[in-house]
């Protein structure tokens, strides 16, 4: 560890009240946020069990801990570039999450491969969303690849976080057509929103008990299954 204080954890949270009787979030982020915001607009809801109590970043600059701020919720920065290791960088991550006490962990942009002791230690309460239909393009730069491939529909994925990057059970997808005129940021930007969507319903159904992981599945007690289906290009009728 470097001699700057790589950790930097706020005092100021939300009221403990807020979170009696609810599950409680932390969530990890690395930057921009909206996937922060959105969870956290929706955790506000009368009907939602959970309440996001902690917001941890890698990166002090992160637009996310201000988005954390603003709404009173508790923040703690964890900078990466003040270890000399991933484990160590890890172990003190564990130390500040688990302060936390969270029932569930979020990552929300979290751009940081964690190690699988981190990853095995909240087994069963980690979940990513990642910007693809996975096990399609796991990674970086999805939106991009996905245009270059040709594929007429993409999408997000929610899923529980095991040792390899971008891989897990699958809590829920949302798929959205590519048009022939998309470029990445058009793309990244209709994924986005479904985003804003997903995982604010994954994290309900967690929070409220619905979830159980059946070996390699993820099962969601009552959900509703659409019976629409998304034809890309759509046949003429007839
Ligand atoms: C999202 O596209 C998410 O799927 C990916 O990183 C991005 C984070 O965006 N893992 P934001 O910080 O939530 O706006």
Known sequence: MSTRAPVDTSSRGAPASRAKGLRRITVLVSGRGSNLAALADASLRRDFAGAITHVVSNRPQAAGLAIARERGIATAIVDHTGFVSREAFDATLARVVDAGEPDLIVLAGFMRVLTDAFV?????????????????????????????????????????????????????QAAVPVRPDDDEATLAARVLEQEHRLLPAAVRWFCAGRIALDGGRVRVRDATVPTGVLLCPAPEVG
């Open 120 to 172: 095995g230690r909240y087994a069963g309460r980690l979940i990513n969303i990642h910007p693809s239909l996975l096990p399609a393009y796991p990674g970086l730069h999805t939106h991009r690849r996905a245009i270059a491939d040709g594929v007429r529909v993409h999408g997000c994925t929610v899923h529980f976080v095991t040792p390899s990057v971008d891989v897990g059970p699958i809590v829920a």
